[in-house]
């Protein structure tokens, strides 16, 4: 069996190789066997070839891959949600293993059956969407019609969002880095909008916002973004930090926590996995494959690779600017 690993850091495409491994034994009585599909391949697991992404990366060998889609080739004796043929989704949190392979053994516990869907788009569900989609929920109680804020706009959680807010009635203000970026986020959300980060955000969300000021803000870059951003919200507003695309910690002035109560909270989804019942898990990703069924959580894709073609896709994955999520299609 096939298996995507490194045994040193750097470079995916220069790093990674495909490694032939023992086929996965037989399902224990609570376990799930899946034939895996596809694989997105996402800036963390680019992070983790370079030994970079978040905690310590292990001994080598390690084998890569977040997340992806494949379908029950057998299920264990107690299972019983799960039958031949569904698919589902497979995280490495819950393998203990990269999904970049052929087969992997996933506890059925955690696993909904997915409605009849493109792979492709079944395949990225696992993480992003589900990041976003919580960070929504879990931190304030939204209205319809309120206004909410993101930077990274243009990333793949960035895109999910717009998905989501549009679905709960919110007004979504896009932040970018660059100018080029407000084409890429409009280019996948065409009503987007869309501003370009500065010192004077503040100003200029007060003025579109007519001062109904967002009291949620979701954060992926830290530093002076995150300052930006928090200066821009409503007195007791919520800056919600999932990343760190900059290089820099978070950063929020005590003229914004002190005097103003906005508060910086941060987000992982792995730890969300490891507080919530099965039932909190099973019912998101039911409502998130509903949405996917419908239409409603489609985002552009670049390209998909075979697994044969494997440095290929990690270099095309690297490049900067991107117009959509690479996959890797799994025979």
Known sequence: MLAVGHSEFGLGEEVAELIDVPPPPAPQPHQVLIAMEAVPINPGDLLRFEGRYGKNPGTLPIFAGGEGVGRVAD???????????????????FAETGTWREQILMPAAVLVPLPENDPLQLSMLMVNPA??????TEFVDLQPGEW?????????????????AQARQLRLINIVRRESAVAEVQLTTPDAIVLVDGPDLP????????????????????????QNLGSSLAEGGVVVNYGLLSGEA??????????????LRGFWLARWWNTASRDEIAALYTELGAMLGNGDLTIPLEANYPLSRLKDALAHAAKPHRSGKVIITIP
Do not use: W
């Open 203 to 226: 100003e200029r969300v007060a003025a579109l916002t007519e001062g109904t000021l967002p009291r949620l803000a979701i954060d992926a870059i830290g530093g002076e973004a995150t």
């Open 148 to 164: 909410i804020m993101q930077n990274a706009a243009n990333s793949g959680v960035g895109c999910y969002l717009n998905r989501l």
């Open 75 to 93: 299920v264990g004796a107690d299972v019983r949600h799960l039958k031949r043929g569904d698919r589902v989704l497979a995280h490495q949190y």
């Open 131 to 136: 990041t976003a989609r919580l960070m929504l």
């Open 250 to 263: 978070c950063r929020i002035a005590a003229r914004d926590t002190v005097f103003r109560d906005v508060s």
